[in-house]
């Protein structure tokens, strides 16, 4: 395996600590890095089509959920990585944009939900389409089958810490 930054952080803490086991950072601490990595070649990508991180979220879930691609905001909050609060504030600019209208909910004429526009509809499916051929970019290091087994073991990984999370916040 090649040397890399935290192959050096690693053996700094050995020589300074023998005693702690480091090798948490060993996973951890190069997650973290290709995550911030990743995340500024994904918004470069967003950035092209004027998007931000939270407005892409917002388009890309009206999209994926298919015909009317309409949902009321807390669906949306549900199922993005944006908080309730900030809804508003995505929503408000995809609309001043042009991307998405307010209209009254056809369940419930008091709720007001978020439909993509043609135009928004046009975007959505271009940027998703660049952001789809920049992620296999970013990919291509690694053949499929390492990719497949990183993907079963994030996805473990992830569901053991969201079932911690659910359990704390359930007690």
Avoid: C
């Avoid at 090649?2 to 020589?15: E, R």
């Amino acid at each position: 395996m090649s040397q890399d930054l935290v192959s050096h952080i690693l053996t700094q803490w050995k020589a300074e600590r023998p005693d702690l086991d480091s090798s948490p950072i060993a996973v951890v601490a190069r997650i973290h890095r290709l995550g911030n990595y990743l995340r500024r070649e994904i918004l470069a990508v967003y950035a092209q089509y004027g998007l931000g991180e939270g407005e892409f979220d917002v388009l890309a879930t009206l999209r994926r959920n298919g015909e009317p691609y309409a949902m009321l905001p807390t669906q949306l909050s549900q199922q993005t990585m944006v908080t309730s609060g900030g809804m508003t504030k995505q929503v408000d600019r995809l609309e001043k944009a042009g991307l998405v209208v307010r209209e009254a909910s056809p369940h419930d004429r008091r709720k007001k939900s978020v439909r993509l526009t043609a135009k928004g509809l046009e975007l959505i499916d271009q940027a998703f389409e660049h952001h789809m051929s920049n992620e296999k970019r970013l990919l291509a290091a690694l053949p499929s089958e390492d990719r497949d087994d990183l993907t079963r073991i994030l996805s473990q990984w992830m569901s053991a810490l969201e079932q911690d999370v659910s359990d704390f916040s359930a007690g």
